[in-house]
């Protein structure tokens, strides 16, 4: 089954302690997205990666961290840092520009920090 | 900073009535318009793009440079449309900004 996968769907975690998220994709994707979605926020976009070993910060990127050190995967940090850790997250990925072609999403992950 | 509004966090409509989701947006380029979907259980999805100008389950998008709105319509609203809507708008050509999102709720 193609596509994009995220894992796990549901996570629990202590708070002060650091959690990575994982999205997988094998569209064979450039563009690679973090997105955290809040009721009544809509999507923030956390992170972006346009090409392997590359990636900038979104709108919200204080308390996270990614790495691409692999094109079909782009792993989301969230560390202690991050003061309202409790959301969901959503990956996305694209063929390329944001602009020009359209994000594929991922099932999302909740993260719930207690 | 560009800014996509949508005002209405919930709207409910009648099936066979006519539906029209309002966005309205902040930029100074030329902008690129989407709308995302997300049926209850599903990921969220495409449902159109202005650039297209194509018609997707009946619904369409009229991007209106004067007002800077991109409002997704329908003329005959039906029970599979419901769903949380957003619309979004492309940033430098690298990043989509999107809307707070409209959970439409389609009464038999």
């Avoid at chain 1, 569209?27 to 955290?36: C, F, G, Q, T, V």
């Avoid at chain 2, 560009?2 to 309205?24: D, H, I, W, Y």
């Avoid at chain 2, 449902?47 to 003329?75: C, M, Q, V, W, Y």
């Amino acid at each position: 089954d193609g596509g994009i996968t995220q894992s796990p769907k549901y996570l629990f975690r202590k708070e002060g302690q650091n959690v990575t998220l994982s999205c997988e994709q094998n569209l064979n994707h450039d563009a690679m997205y973090w997105y955290r979605q809040d009721p009544g926020q809509g999507l923030r976009l956390i992170y972006y990666s346009q090409i392997v070993n590359d990636f900038q910060k979104g709108d919200i990127a204080e308390g996270y961290s990614v790495s691409r050190e692999k094109k079909e995967s782009f792993p989301l940090t969230v560390t202690s840092a991050q003061k309202n850790p409790t959301a969901f997250y959503l990956c996305a990925s694209s063929p390329g520009l944001a602009g020009e072609y359209e994000q594929y999403f991922g099932p999302g992950t909740r993260l719930t920090v207690t | 900073a560009q800014r996509v509004t949508q005002p209405e966090k919930l709207l409910s409509v009648f099936k066979g009535a006519p539906v029209e989701l309002k966005c309205n947006y902040s930029y100074s380029g030329s902008p690129e318009l989407f709308w995302y979907v997300q049926y209850s259980r599903q990921r969220l999805q495409l449902l159109l793009r202005h650039i297209s100008r194509e018609s997707i389950k009946g619904f369409t998008a009229d991007l209106n440079k004067g007002e800077t709105s991109f409002h997704l319509k329908k003329p005959f609203a039906q029970e599979e449309d419901s769903a949380m809507y957003y619309c979004a708008l492309t940033e430098g050509a690298q990043k989509l900004v999107f809307g707070q999102g409209t959970r439409l709720t389609i009464n038999p």
